[in-house]
């Protein structure tokens, strides 16, 4: 099997020399798998009564997921998805020094049109989207202390998308995008209710395969 794994490595490393990358077309399927990473740029509200509270959101990694469908050669719709993101809330301000104050797991879908311009020979395909975003919150829970009750509502809000794939051939490539999230919730805790502008960027490194 050793004297194998050569003649197996330089016939992969043929197939993706020898077959040039060509255009995206309409009806064609782009899925991609990374590393996705939630970045937020949050603004917090005061916690109920608690004066110069505040909250803040931790970054967080998982497994993204996007798909693309070219309705013509220029134009399609993507859906971004993911494995649940773990999400950690900490006291900002007044209550910085409890640390720690809740964790919670999200999904963040997104629904985007997508324009893909034409550039080259088809080897870089970049790709700018606007849509809408949902991010769903479950299994809240509170560190306990002076919050021991966590509560966050779902999200609604718009998106916008862009990215770069770049073909090793006709059906695998490397990819990177962005998205700009308008995210944000309300925490209903033990100690009060707080408002929370989360609007992260996600970001995502990975492979794909066109169909």
Do not use: C, H
């Amino acid at each position: 099997m050793r004297s194998l794994m050569p003649s197996i490595l330089l016939s992969l490393a043929a197939a993706i020399g020898a077959a040039p990358a060509t255009a995206y077309e309409a009806g064609d399927v782009i899925a991609r798998a990374g590393w996705a990473r939630i970045t937020p740029n949050v603004d917090s509200g005061q916690v109920g009564a608690v004066a110069g509270s505040a909250v803040d959101v931790e970054n967080s990694d998982s497994l993204g997921l996007t798909f693309d469908l070219l309705l013509t050669d220029r134009f399609g719709i993507g859906l971004l998805a993911s494995w649940p993101f773990d999400i950690e809330l900490k006291g900002d301000g007044s209550i910085a020094s409890l640390g720690k104050i809740g964790e919670a797991k999200a999904l963040p879908p997104t629904l985007t049109a997508k324009w893909f311009p034409a550039v080259g020979n088809g080897q870089l395909q970049p790709y700018l989207g606007i849509g809408v975003n949902y991010t769903l919150f479950w299994d809240e829970s509170a560190k306990g202390g002076t919050v021991t009750e966590l509560k966050l509502d779902d999200s609604v809000g718009l998106a916008a998308e862009a990215g770069l794939d770049y073909r090793l051939n006709d059906g695998w490539l490397l990819s990177a995008q962005l998205w700009y999230l308008d995210l944000e919730t309300t925490g209903k805790t033990n100690v009060g209710k707080v408002d929370v502008d989360v609007d992260p960027w996600v970001f995502m490194l990975g492979v794909g395969y066109r169909f």
